[in-house]
């Protein structure tokens, strides 16, 4: 059975950081291009971060960028993305997502496989 599952939410306070996980089973990783996504409450899914198959070049969303950062471990069969800095805006729930393609899809209907989300919240 293919499938993603995310891990490495929680509550963390302004300032603090967390580490998310999003580990596959059933198939590699490394063949598929990774989004991490999150939705907040009454708010679109939006894409966070990105990291290609074909060179591992990421992308950010411009409200993350400087502050997360999107890695792979191959060997572990798992993506990471590494949460600084973290503000009350990132509260969301995040979800990791696969896509065949060899470049970051552009649309969400470009990944083939999501994960069930972790939640997050940066509250004090």
């Known amino acids: 059975q293919l499938q993603l599952v995310e891990s490495g939410g929680g509550l963390v306070q302004p300032g603090g950081s967390l580490r998310l996980s999003c580990a596959a089973s059933?198939?590699?990783?490394?063949?598929?291009?990774i989004g991490w996504f999150r939705q907040a409450p009454g708010k679109e899914r939006e894409e966070v971060s990105c990291i290609t198959s074909s060179s591992g070049s990421t992308i950010y969303a411009d409200s993350v960028e400087g502050r997360f950062t999107i890695a792979r471990d191959n060997a572990k069969n798992t993506v990471y993305l590494q949460m600084n800095s973290l503000k009350p805006e990132d509260t969301a729930v995040y979800y990791c997502?696969?896509?065949?393609?060899?470049?970051?899809?552009?649309?969400?209907?470009?990944?083939?496989?999501w994960g069930q989300g972790t939640q997050v919240t940066v509250s004090s």
């Open positions: 059933g198939f590699t990783l490394d063949d598929y291009s």
């Open positions: 997502a696969a896509s065949m393609f060899r470049l970051c899809p552009r649309y969400t209907s470009g990944y083939d496989y």
